[in-house]
């Protein structure tokens, strides 16, 4: 038996309950693998709270982890059983101590990085990856806006954008979280709580606003976003920390600039795996030169699963969190 997370109706963090199954046997195409470390991410509460619906209730949560492939599938050519290997995309369900699902999801582990980084950063560093690398592919010199920069994927990206020689302007709700972001790399912050935004970016930038913004706040911050690009910059709108954005009248785009606008996820960009492999491999790559860490700031049981969600979309933890079962 096996102790794993599931919830049988969508709300706060009290569906969510601890309880032992029998893990499933690998299919075809499958693994098993025995986590070590999850990781909590932010679309976990949004697949909790039903503003993304499960496939079937009741359901396992989180797509993210790290550990050692236990069983292995017929038809599974690049993974054996007691290799170390990581995954951020695939069934719900990583919250548990064992996990199954295909293997076409889950990468090997280079040997200098351990199981509690990988599954704090696979999620987040991939999406990373393909928001600087892909969605605009940053050349050095670009001036970005970046929310909650002080957070699990900002925290990745502030580090990532100073390494492409990019200006990263990230918005933060206390000094603490200014200091964070500033420490990884941010070219500066705003404390949203205190200044205007939109002010603040025109100071910094001289006038000029931002090529990018990305924002993953969603409702309270599409308006102001738009207002801090560039004519013809790209706003990038990748999560609803705040709920989602609803209700747009694309003559905005007009209004504000001819802006370009669009709605990105990481199975729209690691959807095939030599993408994955080739993300994963540079995201690892980053890791292995020191030129990203990760901060592992918050650690809980398995079973503090719904406090651990409380504390993140309570706007109280910093960097990445994990899960240990
Ligand atoms: N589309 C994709 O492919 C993709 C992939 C990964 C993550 N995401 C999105 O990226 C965002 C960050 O994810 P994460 O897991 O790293 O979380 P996180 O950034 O560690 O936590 C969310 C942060 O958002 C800020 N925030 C602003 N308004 C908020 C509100 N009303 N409620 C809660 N938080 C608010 C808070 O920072 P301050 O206190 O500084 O405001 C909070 O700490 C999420 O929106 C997530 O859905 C999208």
Redesign the pocket.
């Known amino acids: 038996m096996a102790k794993r997370i599931q919830f049988a109706r969508t709300g706060g963090p009290e569906v969510l309950e601890l309880i032992e199954v029998a893990p499933a046997e690998p299919g075809p195409g499958e693994v098993t693998v025995k986590n070590q470390a999850v990781g909590?991410?932010?679309?976990d509460i949004?697949f909790r709270t039903g503003l993304y619906p499960a496939p079937e209730l009741p359901s396992g949560l989180g797509t993210e982890g790290a550990g050692t492939v236990e069983a292995v599938g017929e038809g599974v050519e690049h993974l054996a059983v007691g290799d170390r290997v990581a995954y951020a995309q695939g069934p719900l369900g990583a919250y548990a101590e064992r996990h199954t699902l295909p293997a076409e999801k889950v990468v090997a582990l280079p040997d200098a990085i351990d199981c509690e980084t990988a599954a704090a950063c696979l999620?987040?560093g991939l999406?990373v990856h393909?928001?600087l690398r892909q969605t605009y592919p940053l050349q050095g010199g670009e001036t970005i806006l970046w929310?909650?920069?002080?957070?699990?994927?900002?925290?990745i990206a502030c580090q990532w954008a100073r390494a492409l020689g990019v200006k990263l302007i990230g918005?933060?709700?206390?000094p603490e979280?200014a200091a964070l972001a500033e420490k990884n790399g941010a070219w500066a912050t705003i404390d949203?709580t205190r200044e205007d935004v939109v002010e603040r970016v025109r100071e910094l930038t001289g006038g000029e606003m931002c090529d990018v913004v990305y924002d993953?706040?969603?409702k309270?911050?599409w308006e102001l976003s738009l207002d801090c690009l560039k004519k013809r910059g790209l706003m990038v709108s990748?999560?609803?920390?705040?709920?989602p954005v609803e209700g747009v009248n694309i003559g905005i785009l007009n209004q504000k600039g001819s802006l370009y606008v669009t709605?990105?996820?990481?199975?729209?960009?690691a959807d095939t795996r030599e993408q994955l492999e080739w993300m994963a491999g540079e995201l690892f790559d980053m890791l292995e030169s020191g030129q990203v860490t990760i901060d592992i700031a918050q650690r809980y049981s398995l079973a503090e699963a719904g406090e651990a969600q409380d504390a993140?979309?309570?706007?109280?933890?910093?960097?990445?969190?994990i899960l240990l079962p």
Not at 238 to 243: I, L, P, R, T
């Open positions: 909590l991410n932010f679309i949004y999620l987040k999406t393909y928001l929310h909650a920069a002080a957070g699990g994927v900002g925290s918005t933060v709700s206390s979280k949203y993953s706040v969603g309270d911050t990748f999560g609803n920390a705040s709920g709605r990105p996820s990481l199975n729209g960009y993140l979309q309570g706007r109280r933890t910093t960097g990445s969190t």
